[in-house]
C-alpha cells in the first residue's frame, strides 16, 4: 500500500473512532457490552481481512500498516482490536496452510465476515504449553475425524461461527508435537445452514477487563467433521508448526496493541498534568512528573520501534519470532508500567471509573500474558539469539 493510501485509510478510521466509538467506549465497557454495530462497521472496513490477499477478497495490507490501524483503535478501545486479530489468525492459518480447495471454500466467508471466529489453543490443563494439550480427533472409517475435549479462553468463541482448533490426532506421536492437527471448526454448515452437533460453548467468562469482546469456553463432544473440508491442509501431524507460524502475527498484533495503551495512557497523563494544580502551579511544572511523563514517553516511541522492526521483518517473509517476540515482550510491559504511571499521575482520580485511565491499568495485564507469557518471549528471544549467533 502506497503511504497516501496508508494515511487515507489510518485518517478514516480515526475519524470513525472518535465520531462513533470514543462517545460509547465508557458505558459499552462498564456494562461488557458486545459492540455488534462496531463490528458491523469494522466489516465494511475490510478489517476482517485486512492482511488477507486481494485474490480471496481480502486487502491485501502489509502487517506494518495492519499494525498501525490495531495501535489506533487500541488508543481508543482495545477490545475491538481483539475482535479482528484474533479472527485473522483464524484466516491467516487458512490462507498460508490450507488446500486450495479450503482456501477458495472458507476465505472468501472469512474475509467479508460472514463467519468470524478465533484461534482455538488453549485448555483448561494447557496454555503456553501447546503440546500438553489432551483434546483428541479419532480418524474414522469414513473418512471424517471424531472430537472431544475442551477449549478455555477462546476469545469470539460466543459471537463467532468458527475456530481454528488445535488437537491430537495422534497421542501417542514422539515427539507430542508430531501428532497434532488444526481442524477449521464452524458451529453452522456453511452450505446447509445446519447447526453442527456436540459443538457448546459457556457463557461469557468473567475478566479483570479487556470488556466488551468475549471470552468463552468451547466443548466438543463427538463433534464429527470431514476431512477434506476441516482438516487445515488436508493432512494431519502438521498443526503445531501452522499454530507457531499464526502466533507470529498475533503477537505484532499484541504488541501494536501495547503501543495504543502505552500511548493513550501518556496522552491522558500528559494532558492532566498541565490542567490539574498543586500548590500554585500545574503539577506538569513539577520536576517528579516530569520525570514520569519523560520515561513514559520513551517507553511508547521505544515499544512502537520495535513493534514496527517485527512488523517489517514479517512483511520481508523472514523468520521474525525473536523480534515478535521482543515487540510484544516489551511493549506490553510498556503498557503496564504507562498505565500504572498514569494512574499516579491521575491521583485520586485516576482510580476512578470516569476517567478512561482506570480501563487502561485493567486492560494492560492481558498484554503480558496473552498470546505467551512474557516470560515465554524472553525464553524464545533468548534461544533465537544463540541460534543466530553461533560460536
Known amino acids: 500500500m502506497r503511504n497516501d493510501d496508508e494515511q487515507i485509510l489510518l485518517d478514516t478510521i480515526s475519524r470513525w473512532l472518535a465520531k462513533d466509538v470514543e462517545p460509547e467506549v465508557m458505558r459499552m465497557e462498564a456494562a461488557d457490552e458486545y459492540p455488534h454495530a462496531m463490528v458491523a462497521q469494522m466489516k465494511a472496513f475490510g478489517l476482517f481481512g485486512a492482511t488477507i ?56 466467508r472469512l474475509v467479508n465476515g460472514e463467519i468470524r471466529g478465533g484461534l482455538a489453543l488453549t485448555e483448561p490443563g494447557a496454555g503456553t504449553d501447546l503440546q500438553g494439550i489432551s483434546m483428541r480427533a479419532k480418524h474414522t472409517t469414513s473418512d471424517t ?35 497434532m492437527s488444526i481442524f477449521l471448526a464452524p458451529k453452522v454448515d456453511p452450505d446447509s445452514g445446519e447447526r453442527y452437533g456436540g459443538f457448546t460453548t459457556s457463557g461469557k467468562l468473567q475478566k479483570l477487563g479487556y470488556k466488551g469482546i468475549d471470552s468463552a469456553e468451547l466443548f466438543f463432544d463427538d463433534y464429527e467433521l470431514d476431512a477434506k473440508r476441516h482438516l487445515i491442509g488436508g493432512k494431519p501431524g502438521q498443526g503445531f508448526y501452522m499454530a507457531v507460524g499464526g502466533l507470529q502475527l498475533g503477537r505484532i498484533n499484541v504488541a501494536a496493541r501495547s503501543v495504543g495503551i502505552a ?70 510491559e510498556a503498557a ?41 518471549q524472553r525464553i524464545i528471544i533468548a534461544r533465537q539469539l544463540i541460534e543466530r549467533n553461533p560460536v
Open 53 to 108: 490477499s486481494p485474490e480471496f477478497g481480502g486487502l491485501g495490507l502489509s502487517a506494518t500498516t495492519y499494525s498501525k490501524i490495531v495501535t489506533l483503535i487500541s488508543e481508543c478501545w482495545m477490545s475491538l482490536a481483539g475482535i479482528f486479530n484474533s479472527h485473522l489468525m483464524l484466516a491467516t492459518v487458512v490462507e498460508k496452510f490450507g488446500t486450495e480447495f479450503q482456501q477458495e471454500y472458507w476465505l472468501p
Open 336 to 376: 503496564m508500567e504507562n498505565a500504572a504511571e498514569a494512574m499516579r499521575v491521575h491521583g485520586g482520580y485516576g482510580y476512578s471509573k470516569e476517567f478512561p485511565v482506570e480501563r487502561l491499568y485493567r486492560d494492560a495485564p492481558l498484554l503480558c500474558i496473552g498470546e505467551g507469557t512474557n516470560e515465554m
Open 263 to 332: 500511548r493513550r495512557a501518556l496522552q491522558e497523563a500528559t494532558a492532566y498534568a498541565q490542567t490539574r494544580e498543586t500548590f500554585g502551579q500545574p503539577i506538569a511544572q513539577h520536576q517528579a512528573i516530569q520525570l514520569k511523563l519523560g520515561e513514559m514517553a520513551t517507553r511508547a516511541r521505544a515499544a512502537e520501534l520495535l513493534t514496527l522492526d517485527a512488523a517489517r521483518a514479517y512483511d520481508a517473509g523472514e523468520r521474525c519470532d525473536m523480534e515478535a517476540g521482543m515487540a510484544k515482550y516489551f511493549a506490553s
Open 145 to 179: 475425524y471424531v472430537i472431544n475435549g475442551t477449549k478455555t479462553w477462546i476469545s469470539n468463541g460466543i459471537e463467532g461461527g468458527a475456530v481454528a482448533l488445535l488437537v491430537k490426532t495422534d497421542p501417542d506421536a514422539k515427539p507430542a508435537h508430531k501428532g
